[in-house]
Nanobody, 124 residues
Framework: QVQLVESGGGLVQAGGSLRLSCAASGRSFSRYYMGWFRQAPGKEREFVGC????????YYADSVKGRFTISRDNAKNTVYLQMNSLKPEGTAVYYC?????????????????WGQGTQVTASS
């Protein structure tokens, strides 16, 4: 059974940093992209970024470029989202997801697996 389990969410002051983790299990993700999405209250789920599990190539939404970094640890089967210079508008539930073969920015239905989400609140 495939599981994606996020952790690391919490409350942080605007301008601060937070690192989220996504522990993946249940299958090999070597041919997958691992992605991060976020959903604020009353808004649609939006793409944050993704990483190719094998090559570590990354893609980011324009809104987070230069502030957020996605990485992965093969030994721990874990993907990370390092968030710096957090803004109040970054307050949302953050989700980890997996998709094969390509990273789909806009079509959330294309993603094969999802975690349960973790709340991030950036206070102003």
């Amino acid at each position: 059974q495939v599981q994606l389990v996020e952790s690391g969410g919490g409350l942080v002051q605007a301008g601060g940093s937070l690192r989220l983790s996504c522990a993946a299990s249940g299958r090999s993700f070597s041919r997958y992209y691992m992605g991060w999405f976020r959903q604020a209250p009353g808004k649609e789920r939006e793409f944050v970024g993704c990483i190719n599990w094998s090559t570590s190539r990354t893609y980011y939404a324009d809104s987070v470029k230069g502030r957020f970094t996605i990485s992965r640890d093969n030994a721990k089967n874990t993907v990370y989202l390092q968030m710096n210079s957090l803004k109040p508008e970054g307050t949302a539930v953050y989700y980890c997801a997996a998709v094969s073969p390509g990273c789909s920015y806009y079509n959330t239905d294309a993603w094969n697996y999802w975690g349960q989400g973790t709340q991030v609140t950036a206070s102003s």
